[in-house]
């Protein structure tokens, strides 16, 4: 009989760089290995455990279990309802569509904006999106995705997408027409490295939407649910989008999803256009209730603004003592970027040997995405490490 990773390679297909752990329990912002090693996640499952190994999200889980666990959307469920009123509640959308996951999510926005340009006008069904995004991996999603790494291998992809440069105006304009029917953007570009949208480009955006009648669309599966500090990364640029895409932290650690619709759109797509046999399901979306009552009914938003501008501060500080290796910081709320350059997976792997879990993405930037309820100590417990590993490489 193999290891617990011989088995994983033996059995499942290997599609990820698995990291060299065995975690046997989690607990706050700490996963603890079979000889109760702890180590300090800054991974928080890729931005999904917002409120880190909350006991309180098992609870609901477990209290939703002992009812039912599946019916299927030919029956109403109230922790679907409740999310869905939280979440209607909370931001500018009028309805909610529920999905299993981010990419699923951004499938569903997809077919919305081709229905809604072609009710228009039959041409209208042209799709715009970032070079350097992420939006997903099945083939809508990775037509979105303006990275050809991704693309190059499953093509032919969708047509009619096309691709702008991130934060560049003209670029933007050049690719707008009449047949636009929809712009898909991240107001923070996650996989590309924690990159940030500027108000003059939304402002542009938000113009040419008015001209050319497109519809907006936001993917704040990454930042959305208090990430950013705020319940929506969005909501710092002062306009209203016409869809929002969500998933990771909203289903607590469980396979969720979800649309926000404005009401403008909540017609648009009829019964028989979409659906999904588990989307919703009232297990997830009761985790889901859990997490977001949380995230709009206490003062976490207000803690993870002050807490982040703490890190971000002290980052700044290491910057100056380590000109040479840490290139830029960029980021807000509790998602940041450290650009090392080519020390990343070097910095990663000695912080693995130091109980520190870091995430690196697009080759160079150290990834933070710590628990949102992350405790001063715990950050500096981050920060003396961080140094330490710093001045090591």
Known sequence: ??????????????????????????????????????????????????????????????????????????????????????????????????????????????????????SINEDKVEILSALNSFHGRTCGGLTLTGQEKYQKDFKPLLSGVNYFEFNNIESLRECVSENTCAVFLEVIQGEGGIVEVSQEFINEVVKLSKIYNFLI??????????????????????????????????????????????????????????????????????AGEFVLDKVVNTNLLDEVREKSKYILDELQKLKKDFPTLIKEIRGRGMMIGVDVGESAIAIRDNAMNNNLLLNVTNKTVIRLLPPLCISYNEINEFLEKFRDILSKI
């Open 1 to 118: 009989m193999g290891s617990l990773h011989e088995n994983d390679k033996k059995y499942i297909l290997n599609l990820y760089n698995r990291l060299n752990l065995e975690v046997e329990r989690a607990e706050g912002v700490y996963l603890y290995d079979k000889d109760n090693n702890k180590y300090l996640d800054m991974y928080s499952g890729i931005s999904v455990n917002n409120l880190g190994y909350d006991k309180g999200i098992a609870k609901a889980i477990k209290n939703q279990v002992d009812k039912y666990i599946h019916l299927s959307n030919y029956f109403v469920s109230e922790p679907t309802v409740n999310l869905a009123k939280l979440l209607v509640d909370n931001s500018f959308a009028s309805k909610v569509y529920f999905s299993n996951s981010g990419t699923e999510a951004n499938e569903g926005a997809l077919k919305l904006c081709r229905k809604y340009g072609r």
């Open 217 to 286: 669309v936001i993917d704040e599966i990454q930042t959305g649910i208090g990430r950013s500090g705020d319940l929506f990364a969005f909501e710092k640029y002062n306009f209203t989008p016409d869809v929002v895409t969500l998933a990771k932290s909203i289903g607590g650690g469980l396979p969720l999803g979800a649309i926000l619709v404005s009401e403008r759109l909540e017609e648009v797509l009829k019964i028989g256009d979409h659906g999904s046999t588990f989307g919703g399901n009232p297990v997830a979306c009761a």
